[in-house]
Nanobody
C-alpha cells in the first residue's frame, strides 16, 4: 500500500485548503482511512477518520471546521476540506490507511499565517 498526500501550502488565517490522499496497491474493501497532523515539537494527533462505511470521527480541535470525505468514483482517494484555518493548524498532515496494519504517507505541510 502506498499513500500520497497533496494540497498542502500556505494560507492566511480564516482561509481554506483541501488536502488529497491517493491510496494505491492492494487495498481491502473494509478499511479505515484517516488524517493526522504533527506540529513542531508536538506529538502526532488525530484530525479525522473515515471508515469504508463512511463513518467519520474528528479531533476536538477541528470539529465544525474540517470535513473528511472519500471520492465516490475512486474509493481509494480521500479528501480533507479545511475551512476557517487558524495558525495553530500549522503542521505536517499525514494520510493513513489501516486494516490490521497502519500505512502512512510522507506528509504535506500546511502553514497558516496570522
Amino acid at each position: 500500500v502506498q499513500l500520497e498526500e497533496s494540497g498542502g501550502g500556505w494560507v492566511q488565517a480564516g482561509g481554506s485548503l483541501r488536502l488529497s490522499c491517493a491510496a494505491s496497491g492492494t487495498i481491502p474493501k473494509f478499511n479505515v482511512m484517516g488524517w493526522y497532523r504533527q506540529a513542531p515539537g508536538k506529538q502526532r494527533e488525530l484530525v479525522a477518520l473515515l471508515t469504508s462505511g463512511d463513518i467519520t470521527t474528528y479531533g476536538d480541535s477541528v470539529k465544525g471546521r474540517f470535513t473528511v470525505s472519500r471520492d465516490n468514483a475512486a474509493k481509494n482517494t480521500m479528501y480533507l476540506q479545511m475551512n476557517s484555518l487558524k495558525p495553530e493548524d500549522t503542521a505536517v498532515y499525514y494520510c493513513s490507511l489501516t486494516y490490521g496494519t497502519a500505512y502512512w504517507g510522507k506528509g504535506t505541510l500546511v502553514t497558516v499565517s496570522s
